[in-house]
């Protein structure tokens, strides 16, 4: 091999350079080109860059015969040269001095100039060109030949041609993933160009063209004729921006084509193999790219076929590739086979395992014969696995867009919609082959999507499985299906058996997750799956109608300040009529009212958050300055709006509607204990007397609105702005501790102007902390103290993450830190006090699973302190022999020596008993359950069980 240091103004000299089939197309993207530009332009003046290597593989005339009629530059002396490695910078360098010789020839100094009179650096842009970009065949300059291009196969090389070069062509151009990587690359030149000649002018630009041309330096690398490029190629392309897996597949089958003897396979047959390689990927990246706003992950897709076109391993990571790689391989195509030679041919039948290795064996053994070569890796077999890629890539874009496909019908579309509006997760594969199956009739396939929609509504948002429950046997079904080796009514029924044997544990699991909620004030409005359930309920309503009136993406999309799901009773009413309308409950009360199911309602139109505490009346009605009233809304909305006033039995009757909704759209039952634990507000419906009507004017002038501004309030303590409200959200997060009993547990600092709270867990390694950042932002996190702590608790990852319920963020460190943070965040309105106790709730429900996550995984002893609290409790009921007991809180307070939180006296859940319940825990652990809870009298039924666990 030959090596020297180049610039760009020797290496293109006399070389013609092509990028061959088997390399990917353009890749650099934002990052990488801000990298480039600033090493150029903060290159000082007689300094030399390295850039790095480039691989060239000089090429024979016969290789160059697809050239047609860019041949003329060979027969004129320049060396034809395939790029080998290297292709993305030289790539970005022709792109760049494209866009200089472009912005130069535009500006207006430069109107009216022929290239030749126009200089760029000591070169006229005649020169430049000739020289960089492209040359024309004398005498007639009807052919134009650049210098720098791809294969004439590659879709990229139209692109470059006439979208980057600019030639003149009035024919479609068709664009990749890659070619849109082409047309930034072009734009972010162009603006940076802009931007350069407005600070520095004309000789700035010349500056910039010396460098480029001059001062960056090419490692050159020619590669011998007997050297394996393609070997070359894959060894040298996994450095920098690597490979994908794709890529890498593509140019390892190329390889292959080149590997079989002309006897097998000759010349014409191996040109015939290539196209349809190339012919493939080209379908695969149009339809991976086909969404510009989202393009979709080429691994991801390959790994998909893999499931559907081989057999599945439960391995996991990057399994699929080593597998594909290992089958398509050098080894598979000279593997022999011994078979005696004796005048006449014997059948063989031959069936190798991809892993078997063949012995050499002892050559004084046997006799010495002939024998023959037989390739494990037929051509049929790549051509049989490139057509189905191709083939199979755009049923793979219509599970991700259906509505967009020409493949489905419309209820089709409807329904594959739903299933990547409910999280489609490992159904994926299954669903792309289910759409590929063009010999089944629409009415089976939305059967199976049917199916699968209603398992992961019931094992995943109701049952909260593991992400992977059976991802292994319908990862298996993907292939039955996909080779017709079971039946599509086999599948449904397998799907809706599994869904129907999971029912039981699943709707037990879907009422503890609310009544949790519940329990930190969040309700339904905390289920992760609120937006699908009530979409559903409006579609229902919507087809019933047969008019759509609200969007999945309008509701599902972020903004500032503004809802999409709004609670008819506020969360925190700060208007008369509501503490009027709801004047016989309290606060705690009111506050589970609001967030009840049947209090939640989608909107056609996302509204400011500020509306919310508008009265009923007026959220009914549209005002000119305001809400879309109900009235004009949404199915939902009309449906609330014929109801008179807004009052808790309406919440309470409307839950049960909703729930009654969710049986009958997913072929279920709660019985009658689920059902009152969903609905949980029975209170609602509890047959209290209701005080008189509160005096609008007596109530405004308690509660004293419009006294102070909130700045006013906000510099009443002194300091920063900033630090004012920290101080002010800590205090009241610790006075919020102390009302629901984890004064001694978590509120054990004092609060300060930090953005951090660190709370000891009794060990040395870590603690764990919340935070603030950016004043909207809110997180708890484990602080590891070093490296090795966070290693071991890296290693129990998996299940710490199953036992808290939620992924954390592992690696938001920063990489030379020596401590490193475990984090779970979620964003609200931090310094917002009527949005502070939802906040505080959400804190304790997160330190409670996380520090149970972490006992789970005897990263921590039991809380001894929560225990301790209720140890006179414990003592007491140990001692006693009566077979049931009744005391009041207050007996209860003066046993234990303190006094019960605020919630023990206003909601049944605190007594429920769950790994973050201490004293009903407690109870049990004594030899008792709590067979009776009396709210308003203050007291609470023990009978003594028959098996104590003590």
Same mark, same amino acid.
């Given at each position: ?51 790095? +290597? ?428 996909? +080779? ?6 086999? +599948? ?459």
């Amino acid at each position: 091999m030959a090596s020297e240091l180049q610039p760009l103004s020797l290496l293109f000299q006399n070389r013609l350079f092509r990028i061959p089939d088997y390399q990917r197309g353009y890749a650099w993207q934002q990052s990488q080109l801000v990298d480039f530009w600033d090493d150029l332009v903060n290159l000082q003046d007689s300094r030399y860059h390295y850039t790095g +290597l480039l691989s060239l593989k000089t090429l024979k005339r016969s290789e160059t015969k697809t050239w047609g009629s860019d041949l003329w530059m060979v027969d004129k002396g320049f060396k034809a040269c395939h790029i080998v490695d290297g292709q993305q910078r030289l790539t970005t360098f022709i792109i760049l001095l494209n866009e200089i010789v472009e912005f130069t020839r535009s500006l207006n100094e430069n109107e009216g100039k022929p290239d030749e009179e126009i200089v760029l650096g000591y070169d006229t842009l005649k020169d430049v060109i000739a020289k960089y970009i492209c040359q024309h065949r004398p005498p007639n300059n009807q052919i134009t030949t650049y210098l720098f291009g791809y294969e004439v196969d590659n879709p990229s090389a139209d692109y470059l041609r006439y979208r980057v070069f600019n030639e003149p062509y009035s024919g479609t151009v068709n664009e990749t993933y890659y070619t849109k990587n082409l047309k930034y690359a072009k734009t972010f030149f162009s603006e940076n160009l802009s931007a350069l000649y407005k600070n520095e002018g004309l000789e700035g630009l010349s500056n910039l063209y010396l460098k480029l041309t001059l001062r960056l330096m090419f490692n050159i690398h020619e590669i011998d004729d007997d050297y394996d490029v393609f070997v070359a190629f894959e060894t040298m392309n996994n450095r920098g921006k690597k490979l994908t897996n794709l890529e890498l597949l593509k140019n390892r089958l190329i390889y292959l084509t080149t590997l079989y003897s002309d006897a097998k396979f000759d010349e014409l047959d191996k040109e015939n193999l290539r196209k349809q390689i190339n012919d493939a990927w080209k379908e695969v990246y149009y339809q991976l790219g086909r969404n510009e706003k989202t393009p979709l992950v080429d691994d991801e897709f390959l790994r998909a076929h893999w499931i559907s076109y081989f057999s599945y391993s439960r391995k996991k990571g990057d399994d699929y590739i080593h597998f594909l790689l290992n089958k398509f391989s050098a080894k598979n195509i000279f593997e022999k086979k011994t078979v005696p030679v004796d005048g006449t041919m014997q059948e063989t039948d031959i069936d190798f395992d991809i892993d078997v290795e063949i012995e050499d064996e002892d050559e004084n053994s046997e006799p010495e014969i002939d024998i023959m070569e037989i390739s494990k890796l037929e051509p049929c077999e790549i051509s049989e696995y490139v057509n189905s890629l191709k083939d199979i890539s755009k049923y793979w874009y219509d599970t991700f867009f259906p509505l967009q496909s020409d493949n489905l019908l419309q209820e089709e579309k409807v329904w594959v919609d739903r299933l990547n509006r409910i999280g489609i997760g490992h159904f994926r594969p299954l669903v792309m082959v289910i759409i590929s199956r063009r010999d089944l009739v629409a009415a089976k396939r939305i059967e199976v999507f049917k199916a699968i929609e209603r398992f992961l509504f019931i094992c995943f948002r109701m049952g909260y499985f593991n992400a992977t429950f059976r991802s292994s046997e319908y990862y298996r079904a993907t292939r039955s299906i996909y +080779l017709k080796q079971k039946s599509i009514d086999d +599948l449904i029924d397998d799907i809706n058996e599994t869904t129907n044997t999971n029912i039981e544990y699943a709707l037990p699991n879907f009422v503890t997750k609310i009544e949790k909620h519940f329990d930190n004030m969040g309700g339904f409005y905390y289920w992760n799956s609120i937006k699908y359930f009530l979409y559903e309920y409006e579609f229902q309503l919507a087809k019933k109608n047969n008019i759509d009136k609200v969007s999945w993406e309008m509701f599902t999309k972020t903004e500032k300040d503004k809802i999409s799901i709004e609670h008819i009773l506020p969360q925190t009413p700060a208007k008369y009529y509501w503490k009027n309308q709801f004047r016989q409950f309290d606060d705690e009360e009111i506050e589970l009212l609001s967030c009840a199911l049947g209090n939640l309602l989608p909107l056609s139109q996302s509204i400011n958050s500020a509306l919310q505490n508008d009265s009923f009346e007026d959220k009914k009605t549209s005002k000119p300055n305001g809400r879309r009233g109900y009235q004009n809304g949404s199915h939902s909305e009309i449906e609330v709006s014929n109801e008179i006033d807004w009052t808790a039995d309406r919440i309470y009757e409307r839950s049960k509607k909703l729930l009654r909704f969710m049986e009958k759209r997913w072929e279920f039952s709660f019985n009658k204990e689920q059902l009152e634990k969903l609905v949980y507000i029975s209170f609602a419906v509890d047959g209290r007397e209701v005080p008189n009507e509160l005096v609008k004017e007596q109530w405004e002038e308690v509660v004293g609105l419009g006294k102070k501004t909130p700045n006013e309030i906000e510099h009443i303590t002194g300091g920063t702005e900033l630090e004012n409200l920290r101080i002010k959200f800590w205090t009241n997060f610790v006075n919020y501790c102390h009302h629901e009993g984890y004064g001694e547990t978590v509120a054990i600092r004092k609060p300060s102007t930090d953005g951090w709270y660190a709370v000891s867990v009794g060990t040395t390694d870590f603690h764990i902390a919340f935070t603030i950042t950016r004043s909207k932002f809110l997180a708890i996190l484990i602080y590891a103290e070093n490296s090795d702590v966070f290693l071991r608790l890296e290693s129990k990852k998996e299940e710490i993450e199953e036992a808290f319920g939620d992924k954390l963020d592992w690696y938001s460190s920063r990489e030379k830190s020596n401590a490193k943070r475990i984090l779970f965040k979620r964003e609200g309105e931090i310094f917002n006090p009527e949005k502070q106790d939802e906040l505080f709730a959400w804190m304790l429900d997160k330190f409670d699973e996380l520090n149970n996550a972490l006992v789970a995984v005897g990263e921590l002893s039991e809380d001894k302190k929560s225990v301790d609290k209720f140890s006179g409790l414990k003592q007491y009921l140990l001692s006693s022999d009566k077979s049931e007991i009744t005391l009041s809180f207050s007996e209860i307070e003066n046993i234990i020596g303190m006094t019960l939180c605020k919630s023990a006296y206003t909601y049944l859940a605190y007594w429920q008993p769950s790994p973050t319940h201490t004293l009903p825990n407690t109870i049990l652990s004594a030899g008792y359950k709590i067979a009776s809870i009396d709210l308003s009298g203050k007291r609470i039924a023990l009978e003594k069980q028959n098996n104590p666990s003590r």
